[in-house]
């Protein structure tokens, strides 16, 4: 088991910067493949991006390339999402995911979620 709690939403104007962490415990949790996953109301979940076991492989929507980052720091069992150049449409609940798979996060599939926090950009 895997429990994960995120931490660091909230609202932003537009062009701003957001970093969302996500602290995770249980026995598997520095073992997993970690990612971040957003849901707009109206809309379906969506994959943002995804950081391998070791943190060497990362993967990313094309929607947020080049302004998100994720990063992990598997001695604090820490996962970090930084945001930048935030957009209206970045608006969602993101939510952290774990998975023993890293082709599985990026087909937005997970094992284990948060609860989300929720992200509202204004323009």
């Known amino acids: 088991q895997v429990q994960l709690v995120e931490s660091g939403g909230g609202l932003v104007q537009a062009g701003g910067s957001l970093r969302l962490s996500c602290a995770a415990s249980?026995?598997?949790?520095?073992?997993?493949?970690m990612g971040w996953f957003r849901q707009a109301p109206g809309k379906e979940r969506e994959f943002v991006a995804v950081?391998?076991?070791?943190?060497?492989?990362?993967g990313y929507a094309d929607s947020v390339k080049g302004r998100f980052t994720i990063s992990r720091d598997n001695a604090k069992n820490m996962v970090y999402l930084l945001m930048n150049n935030l957009k209206p449409d970045d608006t969602a609940v993101y939510y952290c995911?774990?998975?023993?798979?890293?082709?599985?996060?990026?087909?937005?599939?997970?094992?284990?979620r948060g609860q989300g926090t929720q992200v509202t950009v204004s323009s």
């Open positions: 950081i391998s076991q070791s943190g060497r492989d990362t």
């Open positions: 995911a774990a998975c023993g798979n890293f082709g599985r996060l990026l087909r937005s599939e997970y094992d284990y």
């Open positions: 249980g026995g598997a949790a520095s073992g997993v493949s």
